[in-house]
């Protein structure tokens, strides 16, 4: 069992930054890949990163490609997706998830989930 928390999330201006955070319990983190989705209003949750369990191997959804940044400290348990040059278009929640294996963009791969934290984004 993992239980994630998130943090960070906020309301901000277009162009600027964010960091969000999320923790895992449990003492085998470094045995799951994380991933970061989000999901807007209406709309369907969407894949935004994911990192494997070394931190060695990243890939991006093509809307966020070069402007965020995932990574990940084994030592603290936590991964961390770095946003920037925000758009309006970014307003989500935004969860952090657990998955046994690296390498899907499917949200029905992950098995674990925090709450979620809401990014909002204005022009």
């Known amino acids: 069992q993992v239980q994630l928390v998130e943090s960070g999330g906020g309301l901000v201006q277009a162009g600027t930054s964010l960091r969000l955070s999320c923790t895992a319990s449990?003492?085998?983190?470094?045995?799951?890949?994380m991933g970061w989705f989000r999901q807007a209003p209406g709309k369907e949750r969407e894949f935004v990163a994911a990192?494997?369990?070394?931190?060695?191997?990243?890939h991006y959804a093509d809307s966020v490609k070069g402007r965020f940044t995932i990574s990940r400290d084994n030592t603290k348990n936590t991964v961390y997706l770095q946003m920037n040059s925000l758009k309006p278009e970014d307003t989500a929640v935004y969860y952090c998830?657990?998955?046994?294996?690296?390498?899907?963009?499917?949200?029905?791969?992950?098995?674990?989930w925090g709450q979620g934290t809401q990014v909002t984004v204005s022009s």
């Open positions: 449990g003492r085998t983190f470094t045995s799951y890949a």
């Open positions: 998830a657990a998955s046994r294996s690296y390498g899907s963009r499917r949200y029905r791969d992950y098995a674990y």
């Open positions: 990192i494997s369990g070394s931190g060695g191997n990243t």
